[in-house]
Structures are given as C-alpha cells and as structure tokens.
Nanobody
Framework: QVEITESGGALVQPGDSLRLSCTLS????????MGWLRRAPGKEREFVAV????????LYGDSVKGRFTISRDNAKNTVDLQMYDLKPEDAGIYFC????????????????????WGQGTQVTVSW
C-alpha cells in the first residue's frame, strides 16, 4: 500500500521562501512520476509542478514558473518543492501525488493522472 506524507507547510509573508517535502513508502519510489498540486479556498485544484521518474523532465504551472522548483531524491524516497517569492495567491493546501504511468507532457498536468495522494500540507501567505 502506497503512503504519501507531505511536510513543510507554514505561515509565511509575501516574498518569503518555503520548502515542502514529500515522502512515499510502500512501493518503489523511482517507479512513480511525482507531482505537486494545490487547492486554494473556493477554487479548483490546480497543477503546480511535476517531475519524471528519473528527474530528466519537469513541468510547472504557469503561475509558479520561474519561482518554484521541484526536485526528487530516489535514494531517499523524497520529492521537494522549493518555493520562492511567495504571493498571497500561492496560499492553499499543497498535495503531493504519485503516478505509475508514462510521461506525457499534457497528461502529467492532469490531476486524474495521479493515483496516490497525500493528505496535504497548508501554506498560508499573509502579512
């Protein structure tokens, strides 16, 4: 059984940086495409970033491109999301998710691609 756990969520001020981490257990970590998605209050779930199984490819949502970086360490079963210059609109619950499928640049941005999800970690950006 796959278990995903996120950590690192916090209350930060606009312009601050924050690093989220995610661990996966129960299956071979390197067999999963890993992604981060978020849901702001009253909004639909939004794609944030995704990384391929071997870290050769990454994709980002338009609103975070240039500010967020996704990375993974297959030896440690972790995937991180480094966030810079946070804005109030970045606030929300951030979910880590895993997909055992193949890398398709369009499909991996779709939440339906991901079969396994964590419980989420809260990020609040406010003065």
């Amino acid at each position: 059984q796959v278990e995903i756990t996120e950590s690192g969520g916090a209350l930060v001020q606009p312009g601050d940086s924050l690093r989220l981490s995610c661990t996966l257990s129960g299956r071979l970590f390197g067999s999963f495409i890993m992604g981060w998605l978020r849901r702001a209050p009253g909004k639909e779930r939004e794609f944030v970033a995704v990384i391929s199984k071997g870290s050769t490819s990454t994709l980002y949502g338009d609103s975070v491109k240039g500010r967020f970086t996704i990375s993974r360490d297959n030896a440690k079963n972790t995937v991180d999301l480094q966030m810079y210059d946070l804005k109030p609109e970045d606030a929300g619950i951030y979910f880590c998710a895993a997909s055992p499928g193949l890398w398709h640049p369009t499909q991996v941005k779709n939440a339906a691609t991901f079969q396994h999800w964590g419980q989420g970690t809260q990020v609040t950006v406010s003065w």
